[in-house]
């Protein structure tokens, strides 16, 4: 099955640095990059996706690379801020898997001010 | 519209006895999962269910049964609890067209004693 691995596990930068977690995963099958952020206490949240048609994808702050080849898909956060903060999660799906993902075990990113 | 709500929020069981947790959905959406949550190890898919009237296996289904008689509901058990289900569950939801994000619920919080 579909193995995917997430580093770092933790993540400390100072208000206005930039912050960038990576995923691998193993099945080239896998079609679809979700990111999940869950603040302490709360559900997981998609923050970003990207698809495996696009080498990229940016929204604000936030964008998302993929590399099919290599099969890496990395999150970078730019000007973080304290309210970044949280536990970012990444995922790999194959649309003819039931919806099924798969998640890496998360990143804690911790913005200092 | 409530989404996916879970109930209930927290419980407290002793070795050996038995709970339902119950996942509802308010979206129409057709897949539905659960998940366990444990420290460091990331989102684990114990059962999930592409349709009313059928679940299937995750990853860690072992000591779990689950049930999905209702489209908008899906009902995780656990028949003899064993301390090592203590653990956050989270119920997901997302729908059969294309691939997406899936959509979770606030969480349970459960102690096995």
């Known amino acids: 099955g579909e193995n995917v691995e997430q580093h770092p596990s933790t993540l400390s930068v100072q208000e206005g640095d930039s912050a960038v977690i990576k995923c691998t995963y193993s099945?080239?099958?896998?079609?679809?990059f979700p990111w999940y952020k869950q603040e302490l206490g709360k559900r997981p949240q998609l923050i970003i996706d990207?698809?495996?048609?696009?080498g990229e994808k940016k929204d604000q702050r936030i964008a998302v690379t993929l590399n099919k080849t290599a099969k890496h898909f990395s999150l970078h956060i730019t000007e973080t801020q304290p309210e970044d903060s949280a536990v970012y999660f990444c995922?790999?799906?194959?649309?003819?898997?039931?919806?099924?993902?798969?998640f890496g075990d998360g990143t804690t990113l911790t913005v200092k001010p | 519209n409530a989404g996916v709500t879970q109930t209930p929020k927290f419980r407290v069981l002793k070795t050996g006895q038995s709970m339902t947790l119950l996942c509802a959905q308010d979206?129409?959406?057709?897949?539905m999962y659960w998940y366990r949550q444990d420290p460091g190890m990331g989102l684990r898919l114990i059962h999930y269910s592409v349709g009313e009237g059928t679940t299937a296996k995750g990853e860690v289904p072992d000591g779990y049964n689950v049930s999905r008689l209702k489209k908008q509901n899906f009902l995780l058990g656990l028949e003899s609890a064993a301390p090592s289900q203590t653990s956050v569950y989270f119920c997901a939801s997302s729908t059969r067209r294309g691939i997406n994000e899936q959509f979770f619920g606030p969480g349970t919080r459960l102690t096995v004693l």
């Open positions: 099945d080239s099958a896998s079609n679809y």
């Open positions: 979206m129409n959406h057709e897949y």
């Open positions: 990207i698809r495996s048609n696009v």
């Open positions: 995922a790999a799906s194959i649309n003819t898997n039931a919806g099924k993902s798969t």
